[in-house]
C-alpha cells in the first residue's frame, strides 16, 4: 500500500516533467518557425579610417536585406550611397561620428552593385578617393 502511494506520486512528477518538456519542445519550434519565416538577413558594415569593413557583401537575386551602417569614427562624418547606375542611388545615408543606421535594401537583379563615401573636406581628396568604396554582389540563383 504504501509502496503503490509512492509510486504514484512519481507518476505525477513524470507527467509534470513531460508537460514542461512538451512546452520546452513548443517553444522551441515556435521560435525555429517565427526565425525561418523572418529570414531578412541583417548585414553589418563598419565605416572608419576611410574605408568600409568588409569591401565586399553577397546576396542571392531578389533577396532583401537590412544593412546595419555602423560608424565607428568618433568624429568623422561618413555617407553611405550605392548606386543601380545610371537611375538615382537606391540608398543613400548620412552617418555622424559614432552614429550606427539601419537601412533596408530592396531586393535586386543579378549583378554588381558599388557603393561608397563621398564626403569630402574643402580641398582634400574625398573619402572615396581615399578607398572608401565597396562592392555588392548580387549573384544569379
Ligand atoms: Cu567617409
Redesign the pocket.
Known sequence: MEYSHKHSSRGSIKKITLHIFIFIGCLVISNWIYASDDATPVIELE?SD?RFSPREIQLSTNQSAILRLVNTDSV????FIMETGNDSPIVEVDLLGGETVEVKLPPLPAGRYTFY?S?KLLFMKS?REKG?EGILIVNPE
Open positions: 565605416l576611410y568623422t562624418p561618413h555617407n563615401c564626403n573619402h572608401m
